[in-house]
């Protein structure tokens, strides 16, 4: 497998503050990121896919003004929800791939809750 | 487009049981197929893979997963059952134009001692 790093782990921030969330790949160098979040006890939904250097496609339904996404090596993908308000509290997942038809590796997640 | 359906959302087996998550496909070519695990407080981990080739796939931790094109199936087994694998399973379609996972409901596992 590979190791994907997500930092911070967890964070609690006021509404209408933003927040940013590093995912790191660690041991190879990811063409491809993904961001996904998960409600409790839901399964995931995938938000956006991020290519290193291009802008981020995200899925319908998505706001990309809202969460935005910067993939600027190929090994770090941040994404910043901006203006958070408590409808934001997920918990947030990186992934990391070498590209179209690989596998996907995980990060442990960062679990965001906006009071 | 391809897809996936897992037709139990919650299974429970004994210690030392044998297990068999069911997975079915619908798709024209031969998928890319994936089972991930979501282990309690820990990230999705990559159990196994289908591409091409052998249809029988030996995953991590002791799972194999069978790809039966006749019966549009990739069911997860394991021989005998632990009690830390009680975890979320997702059998995943992958996407070779986008590489894309989309995420089903998964099979909630229950191991009792």
Known sequence: GAVVSQHPSWVICKSGTSVKIECRSLDFQATTMFWYRQFPKQSLMLMATSNEGSKATYEQGVEKDKFLINHASLTLSTLTVTSAHPEDSSFYICSVSRGRGYEQYFGPGTRLTVT | ?113
């Open chain 2, 1 to 113: 487009a391809q897809s996936v359906t897992q037709p139990d959302i919650h299974i429970t087996v004994s210690e030392g049981a044998s297990l068999e998550l069911r997975c079915n496909y619908s798709y024209g070519a031969t998928p890319y197929l994936f089972w991930y695990v979501q282990s309690p407080g820990q990230g999705l981990q990559l159990l196994l893979k289908y591409f091409s080739g052998d249809t029988l796939v030996q995953g991590i931790k002791g799972f194999e997963a069978e790809f039966k094109r006749s019966q549009s199936s990739f069911n997860l087994r394991k021989p005998s059952v632990h009690w830390s694998d009680a975890a979320e399973y997702f059998c995943i379609p992958g996407s070779s134009n986008t590489g894309k996972l989309i995420f089903g409901q998964g099979t909630t596992l229950q191991v009792k001692p």
